[in-house]
């Protein structure tokens, strides 16, 4: 069969913001995508045509740090009700004396629980570099608590690199 037209109308704000996309959609219809920002300017709520809803909640900050699909459709970011919640923590650790960076994802994925399940973490060493030849080190920490540790270290005699990736056992 025939597809529908392709156009795609944007409607932006004073500041510039996207608030409004509309496309075609199946069997004639009007695909819409409305966006929703508070007195700071930051995106809060994402609407669409068959969806529900993406809530946005920010840190002290500013920060992104949580999304919500608003099941429930009370406009309220729910981690004890419905609502799919996703929210990454990026701070600064100590790890045995150096200074890491870490971003943690986790999900509220238990209904009438408000505990997140930490479904992985990064880190990325910022300070204690230089030992033996060690210039990057990163770790990735799934949601069963598995390390990977990716390595590189340079050779100044020889010029080069190497990356050691070390993988959990399985």
Known sequence: GQGAASWEKTTTDPA???VKTERPGFDNTLMTTQNFYDRKGRLVRTSGTGRADTLYAYNDVGEQYRTALDINANNVIDLEGPDRVNETDAHYTAINGDWW???VQKLYATE????????GTQQARLTGLGSGNLVAESKTIDISGNTTVADSYIDPSTHTETRTIDYPDS
């Not at 009438?112 to 479904?119: E, I, Q």
Request: charged share 15%; no cysteine.
């Open 16 to 18: 510039g913001r996207t």
């Open 101 to 103: 960076q870490e971003t």
């Open 112 to 119: 009438n629980s408000a505990a997140p399940t930490v479904a």
